[in-house]
């Protein structure tokens, strides 16, 4: 018997990514981002979550795509890197599945070239490929800072 | 240790308590009254023994008194010595008040101490106490020293006056006589007494707890350990159990009461049963493992097979091998969250493999004590809903080819109409038979072209005769000119030909009236058509805003659709951070967000299927609103029907005019006959311009293409150029002149000389003659 791992999920423009579903605390729909001055780029904001400030950043800038505008069909996900909380805004949110260790392909035998550090492995279910996202490496020191800061 | 006695009695059977009770009962009991009697047996025994001590020691007091007063010492040892030898173990000691003995039954022990042979501590204190007091001890003193037991009776003797010769007056007490009487004989008898009375009370114990054991046993052990026999039979599941114990005491009650609870079980079975039984619909219970423990007949025919096959054989999965069994089985989730499932529909398979819709109800079967024992599941086949579904869906085809078929017939209908306005009446519009209002708009659009054209054909026909009528006055215009002798005949065909066209120019009057109202009949026809249009778009409106706003609801159950799969998404999460313990609700997320899933895909299917609607009933509606502009076009045609028909009325008006001119110039001819000439050119002028009307009503009348029926030929006439020549011959050979045409007349009768006023009267009377 193989070990299992449950994933959640998502698409950016059309790819779809997973996370551990440990790593997620909930996921809720898109609300106003309220934008903090003098930010630009990778985080877009903040949001008031019950009475707690998340900072919001979105992945298309890491990922180097093209900005879309939100919409209410727009899902923020609610994560904790390495003890800070924080959400990030997808496309829309597919669903939960679970990945049989088989099923995963680590980061080293990838080709050359495409290798990112916080790309967990290329999961397999379905002739549908699922690039697992490492939360913790996500984001970069620098980045983190900027988090830290804001 | 009070526990360990507790848990004894429970572990042991009533048989062993009641004996052990009995044992302890009977035995206390007779052991008390065995003390009892044994210790008032002993007491009697001493006190009968202390009696005779007593006695003996008065008896010898009596007797040495007298040889002790008078200082005989040797009858007083003579007395003590029979005593000794008559009464075997009795002692006697006779002591001083200094405890010395004087006197004894055994001569040895005299000058020695008394206590040294009394043992009893309690003994000498009470003879120490009678020297004193001179008062004797109020008991006798037992005392045992084994093997030898003796009794023992004290006696102080008193200084009396008898004494004082010896003793002096000093003394109180002199001394004390002391009997020692053996005991040992009568303890011997207390005991083998006791003994045997012990012995008797054992076996008497033993008895009469046998005897209680077996009453007891007999009248309520048995009888009891039988009863719970019989429960134990009922708790295994055996509810046919009787119990039969017809006494009238505690038991019997209870076992009475037993069978009234067993018959009161077996009514509830068998209301159950009835109502297990009375549910038509197929039903079916399983135990937990899924197996079937019950199935009605309507379930084994549903699924085409029997209830023996399958009863306790076969699981739940095996026989209906639902769509379900893996993703959500009812019965399964209903036994898990003991929440009956109402409502959901599935499918099944029979053995043949046929697919069986179906609405199933499920909900668990529990014990009193909450304890889930199976579930059942109620099935309602709705093969026959499902069937009337694609009949519903069939009919909207229909409807939609219907709708399409209309349109063929309208656009068919609108052609037929667009012929008929460039005047083409050969046409006809098939009726497509179904006689529906499009075929009776058709048959009325017939039947008004028909008359149209009957109108036309009328029309068509009058004016021929018109021209007929012209050529006859042309002709008679020519005789009148080549020979004016025949003017008479002339005039007479003139006037018939006139009276002809008047006839035939009220005929006409009278049809194109008829025409004009059935041309008002079809505009109302039109109208009516119209307004059947106009409701059809009203409707067509009404679907537009329907869709509209199944089109909003359809927003509002995604945006829930949404929401629903977030929490799910959110429940999955929670279901993981709780790990083991979240595995059941992790499934129920599971199943939560296929929901989800099932519900974004069914209603994103709804607004294809809204949209589709949408785009036909746009369709519909540009139908329509061809459908409208195919009436306005019949409408429009039928005006131009009515404004040809005034055409009509005008050139028979000016045909009337014409007409009179002529009754005028024939008139004139036989008023004025000698203004032959001039008559003659008015009456070509008069069909000259009766001529171009005429020409003008044919030409009109030519638009119209008719049937071969409807057509009349005049061959070999031209109307244009017959009528100018013989005008131009009568002109240019013959002119005329009134004179010639009087000489004529004159040299026709000659012999009559008659004044010019005179000939003028006999040719008006031969004009009115004619």
């Known amino acids: 018997m193989s070990e299992t791992q449950e994933y959640v999920i998502f698409l950016i ?81 597919s669903d939960v599945v679970e990945l049989f260790s088989e099923e995963v392909q680590d980061t080293s035998n990838l080709p050359p070239g495409i290798k990112a550090e916080y790309i967990q492995g290329i999961g397999k279910k379905e002739h549908e490929l699922i690039v697992l996202l490492n939360v913790d490496q996500l984001l970069s020191p620098e980045e983190l800072e900027i988090i830290d800061a804001a | 240790m009070t526990n360990g006695i507790t848990k004894l009695l429970k572990r042991t059977g009533l048989r062993v308590k009641i004996f052990v009770a009995t044992i302890i009962v009977v035995g206390v009991f007779t052991g008390v009254s065995l003390y009892q009697s044994l210790s008032s047996y002993t007491q009697s025994v001493l006190s009968l023994v202390a009696e005779s001590s007593q006695s003996l020691l008065e008896n010898t007091y009596s007797a040495i008194k007298y040889p002790m007063s008078i200082g005989d010492s040797k009858t007083v040892e003579k007395q003590l010595k029979d005593i000794k030898d008559h009464m075997e173990g009795v002692e006697v000691y006779i002591s001083d008040f200094r405890q010395i003995l004087h006197y004894a039954s055994e001569e040895s022990r005299i000058y020695t101490n008394i206590a040294h042979y009394l043992w009893e501590k309690e003994t000498k204190e009470a003879l120490a106490d009678a020297l004193k007091t001179g008062q004797p001890p109020e008991k006798s003193f037992t005392e045992i020293k084994d093997p030898d037991a003796f009794l023992i009776t004290i006696k102080p003797l008193l200084n009396e006056s008898s004494c004082h010769h010896c003793h002096g007056a000093g003394q109180k007490v002199l001394g004390a006589m002391v009997v020692k009487h053996p005991v040992k004989d009568v303890y011997a008898a207390i005991t083998s007494t006791r003994n045997r009375l012990i012995m008797i009370s054992v076996v008497g114990i033993i008895g009469m707890i046998l005897v209680i054991n077996f009453l007891f046993n007999r009248l309520v ?118 929440e009956a499932t109402i409502g959901s529909k599935v499918t099944i398979k029979d053995v043949k493999g046929r697919e069986i819709p179906i609405v199933t109800s499920a909900a668990a079967l529990r014990d009193s004590s909450g304890k889930i024992l199976g579930g059942f599941e109620i099935i309602r086949d709705i093969t026959k809903e499902v069937e009337a579904e694609s009949v519903l869906r069939d009919s909207y085809l229909k409807e939609e080819e219907a709708k399409k078929k209309l349109q063929g017939r309208v656009e068919g209908l609108s052609d037929i109409l667009a012929k008929i306005s460039d005047g083409d009446f050969t046409v006809k519009a098939e009726a497509s038979g179904e006689n529906d209002a499009m075929d009776q708009l058709v048959q009325k659009t017939n039947k008004t072209v028909g008359h149209m054209e009957e109108l036309v054909g009328q029309t068509k026909r009058a004016a021929l005769t018109v021209v007929n009528g012209v050529r006859h006055i042309s002709e008679g215009n020519q005789e009148l000119s080549q020979r004016t002798q025949q003017q008479a005949a002339t005039v007479e065909e003139t006037s018939a030909t006139v009276e002809q066209l008047v006839s035939n120019i009220s005929q006409n009057t ?145 045909s009337s005019r014409g007409i009179e001119q002529i009754g005028q110039a024939v008139d004139e001819m036989g008023d004025v006959i000698e203004h032959n000439s001039s008559l003659v050119d008015d009456l070509a002028g008069a069909t000259e311009v009766l001529n171009e009307k005429a020409g003008l009503l044919q030409v009109m009348t030519d638009k119209f293409t008719l049937h071969d029926h409807g057509e009349i030929e005049v061959e070999g006439f031209d109307f244009k150029k017959s009528l100018p020549v013989p005008k131009k011959e009568r002109r240019g050979t013959k002119p005329p002149t009134t004179k010639s045409l009087r000489e004529e007349l004159v040299a026709q009768h000659p012999a009559e000389e008659k004044p010019e006023d005179l000939i003028e009267k006999e040719l008006d009377e031969e004009f009115e003659e004619f």
């Not at chain 1, 949001?47 to 727009?74: A, C, M, S, V, W």
């Not at chain 2, 052990?221 to 009787?242: F, M, N, P, Q």
């Not at chain 2, 009404?542 to 945006?559: W, Y």
């Not at chain 2, 895909?601 to 369709?619: G, P």
């Open chain 1, 13 to 93: 423009s059309e790819q779809i990514y997973g996370i551990e579903i440990l790593k997620i605390k909930e996921v809720v729909s898109y609300r106003k981002i309220t934008p903090l001055p003098n930010m630009k780029g990778l985080i877009k904001g903040i949001i008031n979550l019950r009475g707690i400030i998340l900072p919001i950043f979105d992945l298309r800038e890491k990922f180097h795509l093209q900005e879309t505008p939100y919409t209410p069909f727009h899902i923020i996900i609610v994560l904790e890197i390495l003890g800070r909380v924080m959400g990030v805004v997808v496309d829309e949110i």
């Open chain 2, 221 to 338: 052990t048995k009888r009891i350990h039988w009863l719970a026999e019989k429960t134990s039979r009922v708790s295994a599941g055996d509810i046919t159990v009787e119990v039969h114990d017809d006494s009238q005491d505690s038991i019997g009650w209870l076992t009475g009461n037993f069978n009234q609870m067993i018959r009161n079980i077996r009514d509830r079975m068998e209301y159950a049963n009835s109502l297990k039984i009375g549910i038509s619909d197929p039903f079916f219970m399983v135990d937990p493992d899924m197996k079937l423990t019950y199935i009605n007949e309507a379930a084994a025919e549903l699924m085409g097979s029997r209830v023996e096959e399958v009863l306790g054989k076969k699981t739940c999965r095996e026989v209906f091998k639902s769509s379900v069994c893996d993703t959500g089985c009812p019965v399964k989730k209903a036994m898990e969250t003991g």
């Open chain 2, 510 to 654: 009278a049809n194109t009236q008829r025409a004009d109202s059935l041309s008002k009949e079809a505009v109302a026809v039109a109208m009516e058509g119209g307004e059947t249009v106009e409701k059809t778009a009203q409707a067509m409106t009404g679907m537009a805003e329907g869709s509209r706003k199944i089109v909003e609801m359809m927003d509002l159950i995604n945006e829930i659709t949404f929401q629903t799969n977030l929490l799910s998404i959110n429940a999955a999460v929670e279901a993981a951070r709780a790990g083991e313990q979240g595995r059941g609700f992790a499934v129920v997320a599971n199943e939560v967000r296929n929901l989800a899933k099932r519900s974004s895909e069914a209603s994103k299917d709804i607004q294809n299927l809204v949209r589709d609607i949408m785009a036909q009933v746009n369709t519909g509606k540009e139908w329509v609103g061809q459908l409208e502009n195919g009436f306005k076009k019949i409408v429009q045609t039928i005006k131009q029907v009515s404004d040809a028909l005034s055409e009509v009325s005008l050139a028979t008006q000016e």
